[in-house]
């Protein structure tokens, strides 16, 4: 039997109560908002629930707004339920942080299984919490899910952590986009590689621009380490070569 709090927000009753009845068979207390704005309040807490499973279309504030809020601040598991369906609506939902993805209609076994497997990855990360991995000019901590470049602290979501951390921690070896998408966000995620195409692209973006933000106004050094594209078969991380220093030097 499964324990844990789960916040749903939807106005949609119907949802609400049928979300509420299969939780609550498996063990969850749940917790309900048909706002985005109490949804918010309740997901931040005192006490915060232990995953939040957010529909995108909500009064006063919508899903997408109340997951980037929550991501400003926590690294509280989410789960978008939407009558959306389309790439662009799930690629969003994913940048900007949730953990997965349901689309309606549903079933609501589905969603408790979802539920439980992601609840079943947070607690495999937290056993490996105090893990960390750094290379020059680069720390990724699993701790507190800190990322520093040059530095300078990145603004990553958990799962751009995450992917960053399990790359960073095999330096040289070329992962497959189903590899990626089996290590970094389970075996029984549903989504597809373009998941992992879009986190690379917002991890290049986010490591370069952390190095560029120095406050001396000059030009960064390189960073002495990349995410390499193997085309055809996924990706790398891969530590680059020191200058070589000319005579004198």
């Known amino acids: 039997m499964?324990?844990?709090?789960?916040?749903?927000?939807?106005?949609?009753?119907h949802v609400t109560d049928l979300l509420s009845l299969y939780l609550t068979k498996e063990g969850f207390r749940?917790?309900?908002?048909?706002?985005g704005a109490d949804g918010l309040r309740l997901a931040l807490g005192p006490p915060s629930p232990d995953l939040v499973i957010?529909?995108?279309?909500?009064?006063?504030?919508?899903?997408?707004?109340?997951?980037?809020?929550?991501?400003?601040?926590?690294r509280l598991p989410v789960i978008m339920l939407t009558a959306r369906d389309e790439d662009h609506d799930k690629i969003l939902g994913l940048e900007i942080g949730a953990d997965d993805y349901v689309t309606k209609p549903f079933n609501p076994r589905e969603v408790v299984a979802r539920v439980k497997s992601v609840l079943r990855r947070m607690?495999?990360?937290?056993?490996?919490?105090?893990?960390?991995?750094?290379h020059p000019g680069l720390r990724v901590s699993l701790t507190d899910y800190e990322t520093e470049a040059g530095g300078v602290a990145v603004p990553l979501t958990p799962k751009?952590?995450?992917?960053?951390?399990?790359?960073?921690?095999h330096p040289g070896q070329v992962f497959s986009r189903d590899r990626l998408l089996?290590?970094?966000?389970?075996?029984?995620?549903?989504?597809?590689?373009?998941?992992?195409?879009?986190?690379?692209?917002?991890?290049?973006?986010?490591?370069a621009e952390a190095r560029g933000s120095g406050e001396d106004g000059r030009e960064p050094a390189p960073a002495p380490w990349e995410i390499v594209t193997v085309w055809g078969v996924g990706y790398k991380f891969q530590r680059l070569p020191s200058p070589e220093r000319g005579p004198g030097r």
């Open 2 to 13: 499964a324990s844990g709090t789960v916040l749903v927000v939807d106005d949609d009753p």
């Open 30 to 35: 749940v917790e309900v908002a048909d706002n």
């Open 54 to 74: 957010l529909d995108i279309m909500l009064p006063e504030l919508d899903g997408w707004e109340v997951c980037r809020r929550i991501r400003s601040s926590s």
């Open 123 to 134: 607690g495999e990360g937290l056993e490996d919490k105090r893990r960390e991995v750094r």
């Open 160 to 169: 751009e952590t995450e992917l960053l951390w399990f790359l960073a921690s």
């Open 182 to 207: 089996r290590e970094v966000w389970g075996y029984d995620y549903t989504g597809d590689a373009r998941t992992v195409d879009t986190h690379v692209k917002r991890l290049r973006h986010k490591l």
